[in-house]
């Protein structure tokens, strides 16, 4: 059987690691990223760096023997920038959040849709986004919320766009998720108070998010390009 060729981001540690956990089977080549060197076994690339993402491309394209099936977009920071920081604090981390969360996968996406467009089985393109793309995010985190909107936004016109190619597209929000960064965020937020807001009663884990991956990537039919997979316990329902 002819294996399935999968790039995934940010595949380190935390939803990326489960990601590319679930991956691991028979009928998958995958190939992972990672933004820190001496990891040899995902490809090392800084997607705050201009031509980093194009880069990156190249190189899982070598490796994957010029075929790529499906692109998971998962590498995102989340970084505060309160709006009382000096001006130009402000916009470098604004700019810095763009350019990692959305400028870099929109770059692979274009990429991901011209290279699928060539080929006769299409392709897939799942994309991480957040619940903070719906339900904005606090004070300090605008540019967060506005590059998972953006990311969604994306999303949906690539679906609509290039259907026609079998190019298909999907997005998952996942909410607060049981990271290391969701430790400290929730801590941050006040625990218990937070996860009272989360009807579920907990935030989701790791594996919950990398599953419906998987299954957009491998095994959703195709009449559902297009679709936003919300995970977050019903803090947020649309």
């Known amino acids: 059987m002819d294996r399935i060729h999968i790039l995934a981001t940010g595949t380190s540690r935390g939803i990326g690691a489960a990601i590319a956990a679930r991956f691991d089977r028979p009928e998958v080549r995958f190939v992972g990223h990672s933004s820190r060197p001496g990891d040899d076994s995902r490809i090392p690339a800084d997607l705050d760096e201009p031509g980093a993402a194009a880069a ?40 810095r959040t763009m350019r990692i969360n959305l400028t870099a996968s929109a770059e692979l996406c274009r990429l991901a849709v011209q290279h699928f467009a ?9 994309n991480v986004a957040s619940r903070a793309a719906y339900r904005g995010d606090s004070p300090a985190h605008w540019h967060y919320a506005a590059s998972k909107a ?20 999907f997005a998952v929000c996942p909410g607060f998720t049981m990271t290391g960064m969701a430790e400290d965020y929730l801590e941050s937020r006040g625990g218990d108070k937070l996860l009272a807001d989360i009807p579920l009663g907990r935030v989701a884990q790791p594996d919950e998010v990398a599953e419906t991956v998987r ?9 559902a390009t297009g679709a936003v997979i919300d995970i977050n316990g019903a803090s947020y329902v649309r």
């Open 215 to 223: 299954w957009l990537a491998l095994d959703a039919p195709a009449s």
């Open 56 to 95: 990156l491309w190249a190189e899982a394209l070598d490796r994957l023997d010029g075929r790529i099936d499906v692109l998971v977009n998962n590498a995102g920071i989340f970084e505060a920038a309160p709006i009382d920081l000096p001006d130009a604090d402000w916009l470098a981390a604004w700019e």
């Open 118 to 126: 060539g080929h006769p089985g299409g392709g897939r393109i799942v």
């Open 150 to 169: 953006g990311m969604v936004a994306m999303t949906k016109s690539i679906a609509r766009g290039y259907a026609k190619d079998n190019v298909l597209a």
